[in-house]
């Protein structure tokens, strides 16, 4: 046993004889799933602890449809009592749990693992969670998660399905440190957010680590397993830049891949330093119907660069919507998914002002097209932040156009009522004030008013939560569409 985990046993076991850590009620209450109550996702994320890391293990046997074997260790802190101990985890068998080092009982209900300790546990001590489980790639993609490609696995997890491939707490309120480690057959590359630390070869295997240096929430894991290359140049500073692409796509990908560090100059003139440890660019050969900000390696499909359907400023252009995530998303995480405008708008904005540039659509014209259609998309899916919930018994689609183009909308109208110096310095004191944290609508708000110099409140309320889209400071003869009339149930 390593000499942290016997101090870590040593210090709760001097606990317990002490009285601190009560016996388990005498008629404990049902396991049952539970969440923290987000509009849009009530049943993720769990009350009672904070996670601090998570260690992940992963060993891929080299079908991409076959479960690998696992072992997520998670180091938290309790923030209350607990006699259980709630996991987001589905799409995978649980063989074992231990807590603090002590074999522990467990349950599933739902898609939540229910871990019952030995002895209830206090607010305020450490919690050290070792699960022994399979990570199954599951008979399809369509609910996220794992996702196959031509020669192995890649990961999309956005909103909701990191726990379909590990057991955590899958809330982006609650981000973590996070290390991977992946064992592979020798012929196959593996590789994961963050920067390599470490490789150990054993017999005809391969196991990789990779560490973040930054928190990171659930959703923004990645993991790729494949016949890759992995391709390495430098960015603003000597930042290390790392693609990692089929091997047979090299001289294809290059000239798109050599123009990340322009992109990534261009950002930080927006809005300042880059915030993490690293970047690149995951080109899968699948097909998903997005891209996604994965934090340090954001995935894209390969057809995205391969075909000939888009101009090069679009292609461009949704590269730096990706990057742009890096800061506004995963840097700074919605603390809510009713925050999600916070992401989509701002990778938006700095989408259509880089295609701008590049010989793409006018911003301003975009923003009237979308000011146009503004009106339909609240009738449709609710304001920017505050989107409609699913209906009973239908999934949630919240990745809707009111939160992308509604959501720069937005912010251009901020920029026309502040105007351009203001609306810069909130972009560079945002990224750099909420820097590695989760932060609100109500955050943003508050911020804009500081660096603006007056209440913003009731002028953002009515762009962010109005049913009706505002008149458009600077542009009084812009008309928003009537919503289409909902159509009447056909019983």
Same mark, same amino acid.
């Given at each position: 046993?390593?000499?942290?985990?016997?101090?870590?046993?040593?210090?709760?076991?001097?606990?317990?004889?002490?009285?601190?850590?009560? !016996?388990?009620?005498?008629?404990?209450? $049902? #396991? %049952?799933? +539970?969440?923290? @109550?987000? *509009? /849009?996702?009530? &049943?993720?994320?769990?009350?009672?602890?904070?996670?601090?890391?998570?260690?992940?293990?992963?060993?891929?046997?080299?079908?991409?449809?076959?479960?690998?074997?696992?072992?997520?260790?998670?180091?938290?802190?309790?923030?209350?009592?607990?006699?259980?101990?709630?996991?987001?985890?589905?799409?995978?068998?649980?063989?074992?749990?231990?807590?603090?080092?002590?074999?522990?009982?467990?349950?599933?209900? !739902?898609?939540?693992?229910?871990?019952? $300790? #030995? %002895?209830? +546990?206090?607010? @305020?001590? *450490? /919690?050290?969670? &070792?699960?022994?489980?399979?990570?199954?790639?599951?008979?399809?993609?369509?609910?996220?998660?794992?996702?196959?490609?031509?020669?192995?696995?890649?990961?999309?997890?956005?909103?909701?399905?990191?726990?379909?491939?590990?057991?955590?707490?899958?809330?982006?309120?609650?981000?973590?440190?996070?290390?991977?480690?992946?064992?592979?057959?020798?012929?196959?590359?593996?590789?994961?957010?963050?920067?390599? !630390?470490?490789?150990?070869?054993?017999?005809?295997?391969?196991?990789?680590?990779?560490?973040?240096?930054?928190?990171?929430?659930?959703?923004?894991?990645?993991?790729?397993?494949?016949?890759?290359?992995?391709?390495?140049?430098?960015?603003?500073?000597?930042?290390?830049?790392?693609?990692?692409?089929?091997?047979?796509?090299?001289?294809?990908?290059?000239?798109?891949?050599?123009?990340?560090?322009?992109?990534?100059?261009?950002?930080?003139?927006?809005?300042?330093?880059?915030?993490?440890?690293?970047?690149?660019?995951?080109? !899968?050969?699948?097909?998903?119907?997005?891209?996604?900000?994965?934090?340090?390696?954001?995935?894209?499909?390969?057809?995205?660069?391969?075909?000939?359907?888009?101009?090069?400023?679009?292609?461009?252009?949704?590269?730096?919507?990706?990057?742009?995530?890096?800061?506004?998303?995963?840097?700074?995480?919605?603390?809510?998914?009713?925050?999600?405008?916070?992401?989509?708008?701002?990778?938006?904005?700095?989408?259509?002002?880089?295609?701008?540039?590049?010989?793409?659509?006018?911003?301003?014209?975009?923003?009237?097209?979308?000011?146009?259609?503004?009106?339909?998309?609240?009738?449709?899916?609710?304001?920017?932040?505050?989107?409609?919930?699913?209906?009973?018994?239908?999934?949630?689609?919240?990745?809707?156009?009111?939160?992308?183009?509604?959501?720069?909308?937005?912010?251009?109208?901020?920029?026309?009522?502040?105007?351009?110096?203001?609306?810069?310095?909130?972009?560079?004191?945002?990224?750099?004030?909420?820097?590695?944290?989760?932060?609100?609508?109500?955050?943003?708000?508050?911020?804009?008013?500081?660096?603006?110099?007056?209440?913003?409140?009731?002028?953002?309320?009515?762009?962010?939560?109005?049913?009706?889209?505002?008149?458009?400071?600077?542009?009084?003869?812009?008309?928003?569409?009537?919503?289409?009339?909902?159509?009447?149930?056909?019983?």
């Amino acid at each position: 046993m390593p000499p942290s985990l016997r101090r870590l046993r040593t210090v709760l076991l001097a606990t317990a004889s002490a009285g601190l850590i009560a !016996a388990a009620p005498p008629a404990p209450v $049902p #396991p %049952a799933a +539970l969440g923290i @109550g987000d *509009p /849009l996702f009530p &049943t993720l994320g769990n009350p009672g602890y904070d996670v601090l890391s998570y260690d992940i293990g992963l060993t891929y046997g080299g079908r991409n449809t076959e479960p690998l074997d696992a072992t997520t260790v998670i180091r938290a802190r309790t923030t209350e009592p607990l006699d259980r101990i709630n996991l987001d985890f589905a799409r995978g068998e649980v063989r074992s749990v231990e807590v603090n080092g002590f074999t522990a009982g467990f349950t599933t209900e !739902a898609e939540d693992l229910i871990v019952t $300790p #030995p %002895a209830r +546990l206090p607010a @305020g001590v *450490p /919690l050290r969670l &070792t699960v022994r489980h399979t990570s199954d790639p599951g008979p399809s993609t369509d609910s996220g998660g794992w996702v196959r490609t031509r020669d192995g696995l890649a990961m999309a997890n956005q909103a909701d399905a990191a726990h379909r491939v590990f057991p955590c707490n899958d809330h982006p309120s609650d981000k973590a440190y996070v290390t991977f480690r992946i064992t592979t057959p020798d012929a196959l590359t593996a590789v994961a957010n963050g920067l390599p !630390a470490g490789v150990r070869h054993r017999g005809t295997t391969t196991t990789r680590t990779f560490r973040t240096e930054h928190p990171m929430a659930t959703e923004l894991a990645q993991v790729s397993i494949g016949t890759s290359a992995v391709l390495r140049r430098e960015g603003p500073g000597g930042l290390p830049l790392r693609d990692v692409v089929p091997a047979a796509d090299q001289a294809v990908l290059e000239p798109w891949l050599s123009r990340t560090p322009a992109q990534m100059e261009w950002m930080e003139r927006q809005v300042g330093p880059y915030p993490f440890e690293t970047y690149g660019l995951l080109v !899968a050969d699948t097909v998903t119907g997005f891209e996604l900000e994965t934090q340090t390696l954001s995935l894209f499909e390969r057809r995205l660069f391969t075909e000939e359907a888009h101009p090069a400023w679009h292609v461009e252009s949704v590269m730096v919507h990706e990057l742009a995530h890096q800061w506004f998303g995963d840097s700074v995480s919605p603390a809510s998914w009713s925050d999600l405008w916070l992401n989509e708008g701002h990778a938006s904005w700095y989408e259509a002002r880089y295609a701008e540039e590049r010989g793409g659509p006018a911003l301003e014209r975009r923003m009237r097209d979308a000011y146009t259609r503004s009106d339909g998309w609240r009738a449709a899916g609710g304001p920017p932040a505050r989107p409609l919930p699913p209906e009973p018994g239908q999934k949630l689609d919240l990745f809707r156009p009111v939160v992308y183009d509604g959501g720069a909308l937005v912010l251009y109208a901020l920029r026309q009522e502040i105007g351009a110096p203001a609306f810069d310095r909130l972009e560079r004191a945002w990224t750099r004030r909420y820097r590695d944290a989760s932060a609100t609508t109500s955050d943003f708000v508050r911020l804009a008013s500081q660096e603006a110099g007056r209440d913003l409140t009731a002028f953002l309320d009515g762009w962010l939560h109005g049913e009706r889209t505002p008149a458009m400071p600077g542009h009084p003869e812009w008309r928003a569409a009537a919503p289409a009339p909902t159509p009447s149930p056909t019983g």
